[in-house]
Each structure stands twice: as structure tokens, then as C-alpha cells.
């Protein structure tokens, strides 16, 4: 798996996807702090602010993430229509995970910047609070990677950037009472409503509804993401290497 992972590597490296990991987190967290001392927002309270933060990142990441699978299976296809992939290394299922691992990881690099960058220059929360918004981000990232790899391999890049547009779409409209009833069912408003609410509880007294909310994202995000995994590893040791244009 190491050397599985150091290949994955190694074929990024010279592609503009390390500096996309680095740059947009880097120029979001300096923008949004400028934005949040010279704009409307240095009137609205630290908790507000955090929260809007969180919930602007986590709406623009199904658009990032498209783009990056999409470039990683482009690569792929240049490099022999994913052969490389499913005929040079003994399993499938390793070098899914492989390349998936690596995906995350740029995920936790990139984010990691936006949030310490922002939590240094604001210093409006503790570091227990980054943390733990940090780790749900993370973890509501995981079945966006298994859906974008999927479609960008087996539909196109297009649709999975179109996906992409359109998982923001339903992100923001899921911030409001539009989507109170149904997020939990719905992965890419994770990353979004997840920041938002944990700070929403350290504001009120009263945190059984929150928690009650929780608890039934929990229960459907193990099971989502579980039927996600099991399917991309089933497949992925059953395809033929065409995809569905072909």
C-alpha cells in the first residue's frame, strides 16, 4: 500500500494539483479575514462569523473536489485509459484505496491551512473547537470523494464538475429551512451544516434538538458512507475499465 501510495504521489506531483491544495485555502482564510475587519461582517458576532466562514468553505468544496477527481481520472485516461490502474498492480482494491487515501490527504492538507490560517489571524474560538470542526469537515468529506471519483470515471469529468455546481446549489439551499428535514440525507450538505450546527450549540442553552440531530446524522451518514465504500470496492474489482460513454 505504502508504494501504492508514493505512485499516486508521484503522478500528481508535477500537475498543478499540490499548489490548488495549497493556494485556494490559503487565499480564502486571508480573504475572508480581511472581508470579515473591513466589511459588514466585523459587525455581526464572532460565533456568526465562524459560521459563515465554515458554511462559504464547506458550499465551494463539492466544486473543488470535482475538479480535482476530475483531473486525477483524466490522468488516468491519458495514461492508458486506467490500465495502469487495473492490470499492473495484483489489487484492485489497493489501488482504489490507494488513490483515494491520496485524495484525502490533500483534502486534510488543504483544509488544515484554511483553518489554522483563519484561527491564527481571527482567534476567535479555542483550539478544541477548530478540532472538532475540523474533523467533521473531514469525515463529511470522505463519500464526496467516493461519489466524484465514481462519476468522473465512469460518466466524465463534465459531469462530475456539473455535480459539483450542483451539490453547491443544494449546499446553500440546505442552510435554510428547505433543508432542516432532509441534510442528513444528503452528503454534500455535510460539510456545511455539520461546522454550522456544532457552533450553533455553543451558543444556546438548550442543546437537546442539536443533539437529537446528531445522533440521526450519525446513524445515516455510517450507512451511506458504508454503502458507498462497499459499492466503489465491488466495483472497482468488476469493472472492465470503459466507461459508460464508451
Known sequence: MINIIK?????????WLPWIHIVLPIAY???????????????FEKSNII???FTLLGAVIPIILSFVTSKVSDMEISAGKFQMMLSTTKSRTKAYLGKLIVLELGFIISLTLAIVIFA??????NNLDWVIEFFLIVISSFSLY????WVSIMLSNGASIGLGFLETLINLLSITVIGDSIWYF??????????????TISK???????YK????????ALFIILILFASSIIWINKWDGKSVSE
Not at 7 to 15: A, N
Not at 186 to 199: D, E, K
Not at 204 to 210: A, G, L, Q, T
Open 29 to 43: 482564510s486571508l480573504l475572508f479575514y480581511v472581508a470579515s475587519k473591513t466589511t459588514g461582517l466585523k459587525n
Open 51 to 53: 459560521q459563515i466562514y
Open 7 to 15: 505512485s499516486e504521489l508521484y503522478k500528481i506531483k508535477h500537475t
Open 120 to 125: 491564527i489571524l481571527s482567534g476567535y474560538q
Open 146 to 149: 467516493l461519489i466524484h471519483l
Open 213 to 220: 440531530e446528531f445522533r440521526l446524522w450519525s446513524f445515516t
Open 204 to 210: 444556546i442553552s438548550d442543546r437537546s434538538y442539536f
Open 186 to 199: 444528503l452528503p454534500c450538505t455535510w460539510v456545511s451544516r455539520l461546522p454550522a450546527m456544532y457552533i
